[in-house]
């Protein structure tokens, strides 16, 4: 009877179930309250523009595939959506939401159709084509350009050569003539716009280089100054005075005048003409004809 006992007990232990780690794994979840789902930001409400339909519509699928609404629930999608217009789309919705008319969609997809039949672009493509055209990048980064362009350009349906002449079209000067001396063949759209997104990287790099304080240090101290005509313009440090402006042009243009300093420097002061010695007009248009020059010993050479 013992040995029976003992066999009995060897046989109700090995009987017990080992559980593998997914049984494991599901017995944790069950009583952990079940996996956690992610929050969804609620959409943004809309106001009837056309051009930002889709950006709405768009939201609302990605918003009720993270709830769980991706399959059926379609009056419940309904009435959400509903809930979101305002301004022209709600004037639009009113009379169907009163049951004063009756609606002619019966399901999510009918309602999506009525919605861009109604309140839609147009011509999507077409618009989208005149859109590409008009497409500048400015001051954006070629990455931002590229999202606005990849975005207006699935509704243009452009094949790869249109839609790369459009969007070379729109970069800066500064990459055209990049991709113009290399005349680099793209596979596609996409590769077109990776290379202009790197190139402009290198770019804004080198950029930065020359912009260092040293190299504009360095760009500084080997700059010439000059004037608006040509002439030698010396650098003004501080607060230092280099004379009256009309003294000074008339020493970079060199006078020849049979005068000493002194009367030189009174001409100056005085605005008399520095041939003879008279107000009302310059050496150049003096009336006095050249005469015999005197040899003056006080005069110094220029």
């Known amino acids: ?123 999507a493509k077409g618009e989208a084509r005149i859109r590409l055209k008009n497409m500048k990048q400015g001051k954006r980064s070629v990455t931002e350009y590229w999202n606005e362009f990849r975005l207006v350009a699935s509704e243009a349906e452009l094949d790869d050569s249109t839609g790369g002449e459009l969007l070379l079209g729109g970069i800066i000067a500064e990459l055209q003539n990049a991709w113009g001396p290399s005349s680099k063949e793209y596979e596609d759209l996409e590769a077109l716009a990776q290379w202009a997104i790197r190139k402009e ?39 230092q005075n280099y004379g009256d402006p009309m003294e000074l042009e008339a020493t970079r243009r060199r006078p020849r005048f049979n005068i000493s300093r002194e009367e030189f420097q009174r001409g100056i002061r005085e605005q008399l003409c520095l041939k003879c010695a008279q107000p009302g007009h310059l050496a150049r248009s003096c009336p006095k004809k050249d005469g015999q020059k005197l040899f003056n010993a006080q005069a110094r050479s220029w």
């Open 201 to 239: 990287t290198k770019l804004v790099t080198v950029r930065h280089i020359q912009g260092s304080p040293s190299a504009k240090n360095s760009q500084r101290e080997t700059a010439i100054p000059r004037s608006p005509d040509g002439t030698y313009r010396p650098a003004n440090n501080g607060n």
């Open 1 to 123: 009877m013992a040995a029976t006992a003992e066999r009995g007990g060897a046989t109700s232990l090995e009987a017990t179930p080992i559980l593998n780690p997914e049984q494991m794994r599901q017995i944790i979840v069950s009583l952990s309250g079940g996996t956690r789902k992610a929050k969804a930001k609620e959409p943004e409400v809309y106001g009837g523009e056309r051009n930002k339909l889709r950006q709405r519509l768009a939201q609302l699928i990605v918003y009720y595939r993270t709830v769980g609404w991706q399959n059926g629930h379609d009056e419940v999608k309904i009435l959400h959506a509903t809930s979101l217009l305002r301004d022209d789309a709600g004037t639009w919705i009113t009379p169907y939401a009163e049951q004063r008319i009756t609606p002619t969609w019966d399901n999510w997809a009918g309602f999506k159709a009525e919605l861009q039949r109604q309140l839609g672009v147009i011509d």
